[in-house]
């Protein structure tokens, strides 16, 4: 591993002191505590885009986490950088999703914007943080420093003074570890890739449509050229495999200049720097935000997904305001946890409840209100 790596053997360490593992490194250690969480489980049944119940081929949040997961080591090992950190940082990102995708975190944002919000991101750090219970000596699931800091991708200024250690870069104005800053592109290049595989797949976009996205187009040209007769579906995957390709060598060798005109040495020079250290070169970047811009037009704002929008908006709306009338709607541990506390502790723990959820519980829940 390079010097500028993160190293567990300069690593801020974990919350509560453990002894080190036997067979495996700590970075590893937090990986398998991931996998094993069940927060983790609960992502195979969470929309990515399309709901978990509108088609078995679609990504789920689980598929999702393990493409991220997938790119992210590729570049993290190709740069000579912390690969089992890199992965548990990938697998993390999402586990404080809430069921529905993005219309879900937005209507609990708005359930809960007297007490504090809600921001997945953040509630994905309290995920490993507080709300996994499952070792005997603590709550959560005690990560690395580095691990945490990466799971906590953006901030407010607010929540982070609230946050202790990974909260200080926020205020202080300094860059995650380079594993961090890989899983959150990653994380970009992973969705803006298979959405264009599911939204092709759910016939909401079109061959002509895409071709209008350069990132897109020249992969297209070039398939085309050497198989004229390709059939669309394997046309499409060619393209993507391809998409993919381009884009992750371009941000390998990108990086790899500024890491190497930067002059860092070590992680702490890398949290020091101006600006991320792991970019695109500016060209592939350009295509890459048109691509996404594209997604979000035509794939996310699609009518076919705003009336599952709006569904799931009032699933978690009406789910919120009948736990808030009366906690006992809801499993006993978290009743009595909210039926203790002051408003705004009692909301969070509805808060945390409802994004517990996977989308068919919501669902089923909701229908249990009516009952
Ligand atoms: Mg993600």
Same mark, same amino acid.
């Given at each position: 591993?390079?010097?500028?790596?993160?190293?567990?053997?300069?690593?801020?360490?974990?919350?509560?002191?453990?002894?080190?593992?036997?067979?495996?490194?700590?970075?590893?250690?937090?990986?398998?505590?991931?996998?094993?969480?069940?927060?983790?489980?609960?992502? %195979?049944?969470?929309?990515? %885009?399309?709901?978990?119940?509108?088609?078995?081929?679609?990504?789920?949040?689980?598929?999702?986490?393990?493409? %991220?997961?997938?790119? &992210?080591? @590729?570049?993290?090992?190709?740069?000579?950088?912390?690969?089992?950190?890199?992965?548990?940082?990938?697998?993390?990102?999402?586990?404080?999703?809430?069921?529905?995708?993005?219309? &879900?975190?937005?209507?609990?944002?708005?359930?809960?914007?007297? =007490?504090? &919000?809600?921001?997945?991101?953040?509630? @994905?750090?309290?995920? %490993?943080?507080?709300?996994?219970?499952? =070792?005997?000596?603590?709550?959560?699931?005690?990560?690395?420093?580095?691990?945490?800091?990466?799971?906590?991708?953006?901030?407010?200024?607010?929540? $982070?003074?609230?946050?202790?250690?990974?909260?200080?870069?926020?205020?202080?104005?300094?860059?995650?570890?380079?594993?961090?800053?890989?899983?959150?592109?990653?994380?970009?290049?992973?969705?803006? !890739?298979?959405?264009?595989?599911?939204?092709?797949? $759910?016939?909401?976009?079109?061959?002509?449509?895409?071709?209008?996205?350069?990132?897109?187009?020249?992969?297209?040209?070039?398939?085309?050229?050497?198989?004229?007769?390709?059939?669309?579906?394997?046309?499409?995957?060619?393209?993507?495999?391809?998409?993919?390709?381009?884009?992750?060598?371009?941000?390998?060798?990108?990086?790899?200049?500024?890491?190497?005109?930067?002059?860092?040495?070590?992680?702490?020079?890398?949290?020091?720097?101006?600006?991320?250290?792991?970019?695109?070169?500016?060209?592939?970047?350009?295509?890459?935000?048109?691509?996404?811009?594209?997604? !979000?037009?035509?794939?996310?704002?699609?009518?076919?997904?705003?009336?599952?929008?709006?569904?799931?908006?009032?699933?978690?709306?009406?789910?919120?305001?009948? =736990?808030? &009338?009366?906690?006992?709607?809801?499993?006993?541990?978290?009743?009595?946890?909210? $039926? @203790?506390?002051?408003?705004?502790?009692?909301?969070?723990?509805?808060?945390?409840?409802?994004?517990?959820?996977?989308?068919?519980?919501?669902?089923?829940?909701?229908?249990?209100?009516?009952?």
């Amino acid at each position: 591993m390079k010097s500028y790596a993160a190293n567990e053997l300069h690593s801020r360490g974990r919350r509560y002191n453990e002894p080190p593992p036997t067979y495996r490194g700590e970075y590893q250690r937090d990986r398998d505590r991931i996998i094993h969480s069940t927060a983790f489980r609960r992502l %195979v049944y969470k929309t990515q %885009v399309f709901v978990n119940h509108e088609g078995d081929l679609y990504r789920t949040r689980l598929t999702h986490s393990l493409e %991220v997961s997938q790119i &992210g080591r @590729s570049v993290a090992v190709a740069l000579g950088l912390n690969e089992p950190l890199t992965e548990a940082i990938c697998l993390a990102h999402d586990l404080g999703h809430t069921p529905f995708g993005h219309a &879900g975190q937005d209507t609990l944002n708005a359930c809960m914007r007297d =007490y504090g &919000g809600f921001e997945h991101n953040l509630q @994905s750090l309290r995920v %490993v943080d507080k709300l996994e219970a499952k =070792y005997a000596d603590f709550a959560g699931l005690n990560l690395m420093f580095e691990t945490r800091e990466g799971i906590l991708k953006h901030c407010s200024v607010r929540n $982070a003074r609230e946050l202790g250690d990974v909260g200080e870069r926020f205020l202080e104005r300094r860059q995650p570890g380079l594993e961090a800053q890989i899983a959150n592109l990653a994380d970009a290049i992973a969705y803006n !890739n298979h959405d264009v595989d599911d939204g092709f797949r $759910a016939g909401l976009l079109t061959l002509e449509q895409l071709r209008e996205q350069p990132l897109f187009e020249a992969q297209h040209l070039d398939v085309r050229a050497h198989y004229p007769d390709l059939e669309d579906r394997r046309l499409i995957y060619e393209i993507i495999r391809r998409m993919i390709g381009t884009v992750v060598t371009d941000l390998i060798e990108e990086t790899q200049r500024r890491i190497e005109a930067s002059g860092v040495a070590s992680i702490d020079d890398v949290r020091e720097a101006d600006e991320s250290l792991v970019q695109m070169s500016p060209e592939i970047y350009e295509q890459h935000v048109s691509l996404k811009r594209f997604l !979000n037009k035509h794939l996310y704002r699609h009518e076919q997904k705003l009336e599952m929008t709006r569904r799931a908006q009032a699933i978690v709306r009406e789910l919120f305001e009948a =736990y808030s &009338g009366d906690p006992f709607l809801m499993p006993l541990e978290f009743a009595e946890k909210a $039926a @203790s506390r002051n408003e705004a502790q009692r909301a969070r723990v509805i808060a945390d409840y409802i994004a517990g959820m996977t989308d068919r519980y919501a669902i089923a829940a909701h229908e249990g209100l009516a009952g």
